[in-house]
T-cell receptor, first 114, second 114 residues
């Protein structure tokens, strides 16, 4: 069974540009989560989808971030326009149920904003 | 304002010895605790968890201890192996709105020397 995949693995952009990150969850997992880790700091929650609906987006830093999950399958996270402080590793995770079951994480996308 | 704190950024241990990773939390509403392990260029993977109704959970070489009164948990690895070298994240969840989103610490980098 394929795990959570993320694309691209790395992205280097200039301040003011737009970047779109993609996450493909494990097949059959209705729950999809986005997290971000700024270097050396904690992994911070951004938002949670249940199928195509946003269940919790309390962690989204500001309106420059837009997440979508059309059709309840893969998800995209767009940053527009990117700022220097957006640099970090963006992780996607998925789970089958909303419970204390552990979430399965993807390898992350390392975003560098210059 | 960190609710989950891992005060040791790194830990170095000799192969065969015990590794003890510590974690403190401040939110008394947390009732489920998890440890994740992360290798470079990979996402975190679930390692072991413990519910607040228990004070110990063991899985092979890994044991997690929970001290609710001290709001402290620890992960013991015995015996430590070079393949255990990774970043370990402590995480805690509270049943807020049914989303069970974990709050992560900053991680402790464990190096096990042969």
């Amino acid at each position: 069974e394929a795990g959570v995949t993320q694309f691209p693995s790395h992205s280097v952009i200039e301040k003011g540009q737009t970047v779109t990150l993609r996450c493909d969850p494990i097949s059959g997992h209705d729950n999809l989560y986005w997290y971000r880790r700024v270097m050396g700091k904690e992994i911070k929650f951004l938002l949670h989808f249940v199928k195509e609906s946003k269940q919790d987006e309390s962690g989204m830093p500001n309106n420059r971030f837009l997440a979508e999950r059309t059709g309840g399958t893969y998800s995209t996270l767009k940053v527009q326009p990117a700022e220097l402080e957006d640099s970090g590793v963006y992780f996607c995770a998925s789970s089958q149920a909303v419970s204390y079951n552990e979430q399965f994480f993807g390898p992350g996308t390392r975003l560098t904003v210059l | 304002d960190q609710q989950v704190k891992q005060n040791s950024p790194s830990l170095s241990v000799q192969e065969g010895r015990i590794s003890i990773l510590n974690c403190d939390y401040t939110n008394s509403m947390f009732d489920y605790f998890l440890w994740y392990k992360k290798y470079p260029a990979e996402g975190p993977t679930f390692l072991i968890s413990i519910s607040s109704i228990k004070d110990k959970n063991e899985d092979g070489r890994f044991t997690v201890f929970l001290n609710k009164s001290a709001k402290h948990l620890s992960l013991h690895i015995v015996p430590s192996q070079p393949g255990d070298s990774a970043v370990y994240f402590c995480a805690a969840s509270a049943p807020t709105g049914g989303s069970y989103i974990p709050t992560f610490g900053r991680g402790t980098s464990l190096i096990v020397h042969p």
